[in-house]
């Protein structure tokens, strides 16, 4: 069974940046589309951004222009580079295929933008 390990996240002014990673004990299939979901506190887990296997990527309204997903095709795990942070963007960040996330859910990475 894969294992999904989030990494990355941290306390951080709006405005700054922080990257994020994911990491899989076993194999991710490379014909996924994998994205990165968000869950606020009291809110639903959404889906911010996403890429193919052919690098096309998705983003929703709240983060597009901001936020960049790539994917490690070794591995087949996406990357989030995450720029002009808002305190909206307070969340705990999670990897996992999409648009249907077929893998187990790993602990997800907290994300806190606040001065």
């Known amino acids: 069974q894969v294992q999904l390990v989030e990494s990355g996240g941290g306390l951080v002014q709006p405005g700054g940046s922080l990257r994020l990673s994911c990491a899989a004990s076993?194999?991710?299939?490379?014909?996924?589309?994998m994205g990165w979901y968000r869950q606020a506190p009291g809110k639903q887990r959404e889906l911010v951004a996403s890429?193919?296997?052919?690098?096309?990527?998705n983003y929703a309204d709240s983060v597009r222009g901001r936020f960049t997903i790539s994917r490690d095709n070794t591995k087949n795990t996406p990357l989030l580079q995450m720029n002009s942070l808002k305190p909206e963007d307070t969340a705990v960040y999670y990897c996992?295929?999409?648009?249907?996330?077929?893998?187990?859910w790993g602990q997800g990475t907290q994300v806190t933008v606040s001065s």
């Open positions: 076993g194999s991710i299939n490379s014909i996924y589309t």
């Open positions: 996992n295929s999409a648009p249907a996330a077929i893998y187990s």
């Open positions: 890429i193919t296997r052919g690098s096309r990527t």
